[in-house]
């Protein structure tokens, strides 16, 4: 038997289904940041997105996760493996679910690149600007103004890419962008954002722990002896 349309991964086409309806089929969830496609022979004016949908709970949830994370150290709280494993283990998730492959055609690694060393920079800046303090034998750490803008801007910028594609008109401009730099599809930006926010929450992580080593290993300050002067 001959099932209903499905998308294509890369041309975001349909196949007809077995009745003939045509209609666009859903996307798989591992493809669901919907972009235009640049297929050969395309033209900008004749461009359409593909079938697009609206961000499924799952996503919704995992993306304000990932937002959410670093307004829990807003408040000074204790260095802990929950610091380092918890965004972690969202982000891994969002690894898993979304990248299926890493597409080499066209300037789809350019993009890819970019947006990775984009990550890269946002992590080590908010990592940078995470103060992190000794006391009474713990860790303490409080993300900073700087910090929770630099995570937020990385976290949230495949939501609001999304968001912009599907509802806010921008399909047709990713569409004219991707077809002249070369970009082949919609896996090159799923993949791109992935690994953009995949890195920046690595290289904030690693930051952080590099800083806590350092100064869990500082020498404390001299107290001053009761009788003595300094």
Do not use: C
Request: glycine share 10%; charged share 20%; hydrophobic share 45%.
């Amino acid at each position: 038997m001959a099932r209903d349309a499905v998308p294509t991964a890369r041309h975001g086409g349909t196949r007809p289904g077995a009745a003939g309806r045509g209609r666009p089929a859903r996307t798989p969830a591992r493809s669901r940041i919907s972009t235009p496609f640049s297929t050969p022979g395309s033209r900008p004016g004749d461009l359409r997105r593909s079938s697009l949908e609206d961000m499924t709970a799952t996503e919704w949830i995992t993306d304000i996760a990932l937002v959410l994370i670093v307004f829990r150290q807003l408040r000074e709280g204790r260095l802990d493996r929950k610091t380092f494993l918890l965004p972690l283990a969202i982000v891994a998730f969002v690894a898993y679910s979304y990248l299926d492959s890493v597409p080499t055609a066209g300037n789809d690694l350019v993009l890819i690149a970019t947006l990775t060393a984009v990550g890269a920079a946002l992590g080590i800046a908010g990592g940078i600007h995470t103060r992190i303090r000794a006391l009474d034998g713990d860790l303490l750490i409080k993300a900073g103004a700087v910090s929770a803008t630099l995570w937020i801007v990385g976290m949230g910028a495949r939501m609001g890419f999304q968001t912009w594609v599907e509802h806010g008109g921008g399909a047709d401009d990713v569409a004219r962008f991707s077809l002249t730099h070369h970009i082949t599809g919609q896996q090159a930006w799923v993949t791109a954002f992935v690994l953009m926010a995949l890195t920046e929450v690595v290289t904030r992580v690693a930051t952080i722990y590099v800083r806590s080593r350092t100064v869990r290993t500082a020498p404390a300050p001299a107290r001053p002896v009761l009788g003595t002067t300094l």
